[in-house]
């Protein structure tokens, strides 16, 4: 990212995002969509192989594919209304939500670590303020795709290797979680986005650190510490009882509108996905007598940015009690 | 008598063993000193009353009636004395291992010097009975 | 005189022990006792979804009273084991195991609230275990295993009593609170409480709680332990008095109890079990007096029975010791020669357990015999009681006949020791307790006065009753010098195990235990758990797994392809459902 045009990139999806979510009809929406997409593309490109080609191009075309329906069925909404249905779907391919995430875990897989991060977090923002967008009514048929997504997660993040397609899959049931949090109530969809990203955030900190793609190089880290760390952000992600990704998960367990069988079905998804989190930072856990906390391993930027994606989702939680 | 029988008893030690365990047996039931031998007496002239029965068959008939009576006749508190098996204070003070004695101090063992000269003699001579019965041992640490 | 560094910890438990009582006695009692005010600090942690989590701590005049005895008892006991355990090396251990004891019951006495008399009950069964197992003998093990499992039965209720009690809102108890389950609540409490107490189908522990050390078997299975169970009834006895069914059980129960022990202890040969027997049938009594409606009586009683009780066992415990471990009826005799001032205390104490005039057992034992005539209670409720009433002088004459004026059948007279100053000092203050304990209660504590009126024929009965035991022990005691055969029947089998009590709760339960545990195992362990639990789950799992890999295996266009059928798949759907 030493080019200036990695810098004009940057700028065209930041602002294109905020496009997005301060437009007020569909056309805007779709153009911020499409610069979003345009302007995300080139920072895949970091070392100018053939894979990121390729994954370039597994990007794009779902995406257009997308952004094609989106645009069509908002044309035609204007005459039938049911086609609707077709933006939420078309916005879901976006996202790469369970039964319309088959491209997904393939880009992921060929990326390199800063764009992964950048698909992972930042270009999940503007999808899902359209979702948020649509009428209400059209909110409620989401849930089966929230369950679906989540379950989804869940079975495909077992028995895999790779760091990178452990968390796509994690992401897809997160995103399932945070679609089930749409019909509720605004607030606790977005600081369960915040919080997710934040996680990542701590989590890709220290995997660029290492530069660590398979996950039997967690076995043998030198840094015990850092390790310790990683393990933690990992287990919160997942969602284990006192972390935050868990209070997360409680708050749209609390406030969701949704049935028992929906919940029942995120749930699964999420102890599915636990299942793996759990598999994978055993090995660190359990040589966890061998790490002291220093007060000068604590004081690194890594620590740092933990201790803040950990803490800062908790003063979110002012806002609901 | 569900005992598991792993000997032959003779009728002779059968007679025995019941005179044994009915005398026991008297000083489960009785608190007076004097009640206890007057019924020891008696059991005595009982034994005594046919101690030169020369019918087999009714010895043995006698025997398997008397071993039923005392079976009977228990009393639901068998009488023990405390340090002896089954005793309430049995057990109480376990023996102390021979092995602790080597774990002591030489301060420790300065104190009984005559005993532990002896110890050490006795031990070398078992090491050596032991040595001549098995051959040499390949561990050198000994207990 | 010089102490060694060994023998200074149960002195310094001594004397802070005594110096607890003598402070709880001289500001608690005269402060609350005489002024029938009480005193309750709460402390509210958190509400949580309208469950009040808090620490209530009550200072009133039972809790005081129960608990300055309590003290003054370990106090002698500590004293008493100075002299007991002098050849132990691990006195520290020991007395650290009092020390907790004490802790744990203080904790129970003073905090009325469920979750917390859970923690004190909990340390008083692993402590009270800890002191049964110690000496390291088979017999002590199993008697140990028999206690602490009966133990856990009742801290399970427990523990049902605190999820249940999640619906009323609250765990503090003794506020006369009702509310849904509020019968099952109490069934479980009172079940809770009779493991506690041994009463009837759980009583096969406490004559075999006896293989701990005697003072312990003073302190522990005597005078508090086991009065817990008592304690925890009457502190919930306002809201037991909302279902009269579970009160009908207590008062039954009780009852029999009593009447069982009393048989028992009749036949029993062992000097310590007939005290431990007495004290089962003296638990029944109280548990009668609650279940019919008088737990203030029961109160009393409770604490002038822990004092002659806990002196019954110091003297027992010094005639023990000083006789070379003998515990056996038939072996002891003649102390009263041996050693006069033991046996003279164990006089004393038996007198006051029978009730004598004007010692302590006289002035509650009184009041609970009165009691059961004016409460509410069958004709053969009473005439049992009256029977139990009778035997527990019949036992107690047992005890000295067999003991202090029998026939000795021990070794040489080299072997006997004498009571050494701890062991004098420690008797002497509980006889003061024994002789004045009833008296000074009834001085400080106006409520119990007499304030139940009975006829003539009630107390004609309760005196009759009274000299029939007397006059039959006697008699039996002089006929039995007479030269006679006695042959046990199958009757004596059946009244000295204890109605085959200690069968039916540790073979039996035992081998139904063992037999479910490894029809559990085999089915449910290695049957239908794996096959509904983990194996089941991964063998799913597995095929998600592969179905998810299989569909990850196409190029691009087929993913393209896929995201189409599945648009109009869910079209359609979406348009036929909604």
């Given at each position: 990212m030493k080019s200036p045009n990695k810098l004009l990139f940057m700028f065209l999806m930041i602002s294109s995002t905020c496009l997005v979510a301060s437009s007020s009809n569909w056309l805007t929406t779709w153009m911020g969509l499409e610069i979003n997409m345009l302007g995300y593309i080139p920072l895949?490109?970091?070392?100018?192989?053939a894979m990121e080609s390729e994954a370039a191009v597994k990007y794009l075309i779902p995406q257009s594919v997308g952004s094609t329906i989106f645009i069509s069925s908002a044309i035609i909404s204007n005459y039938?209304?049911?086609?609707?249905?077709l933006m939420l779907i078309a916005m879901c391919l976006k996202l790469g939500?369970?039964?319309?995430?088959?491209?997904f875990p393939p880009v992921m897989a060929t990326l390199q670590l800063i764009p992964a991060f950048i698909l992972l977090t930042?270009?999940?923002?503007a999808p899902i303020l359209v979702i948020a967008s649509l009428n209400t009514l059209l909110l409620k048929m989401i849930m089966p795709i929230a369950v679906i997504s989540a379950l989804w997660g869940g079975v495909g993040g077992?028995?895999?290797?790779d760091i990178r397609s452990l968390l796509t899959y994690s992401s897809i049931g997160h995103t399932g979680w945070m679609l089930a949090s749409i019909a509720s109530n605004h607030m606790i969809m977005f600081s369960y986005l915040l919080t997710y990203i934040l996680i990542n955030a701590s989590i890709f900190t220290f995997l660029l650190k290492e530069n660590m793609?398979?996950?039997?190089?967690l076995f043998y880290s030198k840094e015990s510490t850092k390790m310790f760390i990683l393990t933690i952000s990992l287990l919160s992600l997942g969602g284990l009882p006192p972390l935050t990704g868990f209070l997360m998960k409680l708050l749209v367990l609390m406030f969701t509108e949704a049935k028992m069988v929906i919940i029942f079905g995120l749930i699964t998804g999420a102890l599915m996905s636990l299942f793996y989190y759990l598999s994978l930072t055993f090995s660190v856990l359990l040589n966890m007598s061998k790490i002291n906390l220093t007060k000068h391993m604590m004081n690194t930027k890594e620590s740092t940015l933990f201790l803040l994606s950990q803490i800062l989702p908790?003063?979110?939680?002012l806002f609901f009690f | 008598m569900s005992y598991l029988q792993t000997k032959v008893l003779s009728h002779a030690q059968r007679v025995r063993k019941l005179y044994k365990d009915a005398l026991r047996e008297m000083y489960a039931h009785y608190y007076e000193r004097a009640h206890v031998r007057f019924w020891c007496v008696m059991l005595r002239a009982k034994f005594d009353e046919h101690?030169?029965?020369?019918?087999m068959r009714k010895a043995k008939q006698l025997l398997l009636e008397g071993e039923k009576k005392l079976q009977e006749n228990r009393h639901p508190f068998p009488f023990k004395f405390?340090?002896?098996?089954?005793?309430?204070?049995?057990?109480?003070h376990p023996p102390t291992p021979d092995?602790?004695?080597?774990?002591?101090h030489p301060l420790e063992k300065a104190q009984y010097p005559e005993y532990f000269a002896r110890r050490d003699v006795r031990k070398r001579e078992f090491i050596e009975r032991w040595e001549k019965k098995y051959g040499k041992s390949e561990d050198s640490h000994h207990h | 005189m010089s102490l060694n560094k060994k023998l200074m910890i149960p002195i310094l438990c001594a004397v802070f022990l005594y110096c607890v009582a003598m402070f709880l006695w001289v500001f608690g009692v005269y402060m609350v006792g005489s002024t029938e005010q009480s005193y309750m600090v709460e402390w509210q942690f958190f509400s949580l979804c309208s469950s009040v989590w808090s620490l209530p701590i009550i200072v009133d005049y039972i809790s005081v009273i129960f608990s300055c005895f309590v003290c003054l008892i370990s106090g002698s006991v500590s004293l008493f084991s100075m002299s007991y355990m002098?050849?132990?090396?691990y006195m520290k251990r020991f007395m650290m195991l009092i020390m907790a004891f004490v802790g744990s019951m203080n904790l129970l006495i003073f905090v009325p609230s469920m979750i917390t008399i859970l923690l004190g009950w909990d340390g008083l069964g692993i402590v009270s275990f800890a002191l049964v197992i110690y000496y390291q003998n088979k017999k002590s093990l199993a008697a140990g295993m028999l206690t602490v499992l009966v133990n856990r039965v009742g801290d399970a209720l427990l523990i049902l009593v605190i999820c249940f009690l999640v619906n009323w809102g609250?765990?503090?108890?003794?506020?006369?609170m009702t509310g849904s389950y509020s019968m099952l609540v109490c069934f479980l409490v009172v079940v809770g409480a009779m493991t506690k107490s041994a009463q009837?189908?759980?009583?096969?522990w406490l004559p075999a709680a006896?293989?701990?050390?005697t003072p312990v078997s003073a302190l522990?299975?005597?005078?508090t332990l086991v009065t817990a169970g008592v304690y925890l009834v009457i502190r919930f006895y306002s809201t037991l008095i909302e279902s009269q069914e579970v009160l009908w059980f207590l008062s039954k129960m009780g009852v029999l109890t009593l009447l069982m022990a009393g048989l028992s202890a009749c036949y029993e040969v062992d000097l310590k079990k007939i005290i431990a027997l007495s004290t089962l049938s003296q638990l029944g009594l109280m548990m009668f007096t609650v279940g019919i409606g008088f737990p203030l009586v029961a109160v009393f009683h409770l604490l002038t029975h822990a004092l002659f009780k806990a002196l019954l066992f110091l003297c027992a415990g010094s005639i023990i010791h000083s006789t070379m471990d003998s515990q056996d009826g038939r072996i002891l005799g003649s102390l009263n020669y041996l050693l006069p001032f033991s046996s003279s205390c164990l006089v004393l104490s038996s007198v006051a357990l029978c009730g004598?005039?004007?010692?302590?057992?006289f002035y509650s034992k009184d009041l609970i015999l009165e009691g059961a005539f004016s409460g509410f209670s069958g004709v053969l409720e009473i005439v049992i009681m009256l029977m139990g009433a009778g035997l527990s002088l019949i036992y107690s004459l047992r005890i000295l006949l067999v003991g202090v004026f029998g026939q000795s059948y021990g070794?040489?007279?080299?072997m006997y020791e004498t009571e050494s100053g701890y062991v004098v000092c420690s008797i002497c203050v509980l006889s003061i307790g024994a002789i004045m304990g009833g008296w000074l209660l009834q001085s400080v504590w106006v409520?119990?006065?007499?304030?139940s009126l009975v006829g003539v024929f009630g107390k004609l009965v309760i005196s009759v009753v009274t000299f029939v035991g007397l006059f039959y022990s006697f008699v039996n005691f002089f006929l039995s010098k007479i030269l006679s055969k006695k042959n046990p029947s199958g009757v004596s089998w059946f009244l000295s195990g204890m109605w085959f009590m200690n069968l039916a709760s540790g073979s039996f339960l035992a081998g139904v235990g063992l037999k479910l545990g490894k029809t559990m195992h085999l089915c449910?362990?290695?049957?239908w758990m794996e096959v509904l639990g983990g194996q089941g789950v991964f063998s799913v799992l597995g095929s998600g797994v592969s179905l998810s890999y299989l569909t990850q295996k196409g190029s691009l266009l087929v993913y393209i392809r896929m995201f189409m059928v599945m648009l109009i798949f869910l079209m359609v759907c979406i348009n036929v459902f909604y």
């Open positions: 895949i490109f970091l070392k100018d192989n039938f209304n049911n086609l609707q249905i939500v369970a039964p319309f995430h088959f491209w930042w270009q999940k923002i077992i028995n895999q290797t793609k398979s996950y039997k190089q908790l003063t979110m939680i | 101690k030169n029965e020369p019918d405390p340090h002896s098996p089954g005793g309430v204070a049995y057990g109480r092995w602790i004695l080597d774990t002591w | 002098e050849g132990e090396v609250e765990w503090r108890i003794g506020y006369g009837i189908p759980f009583s096969a006896m293989a701990a050390p522990v299975h005597s005078s004598m005039p004007f010692l302590s057992g070794g040489g007279l080299s409520e119990v006065n007499g304030f449910l362990d290695l049957g």
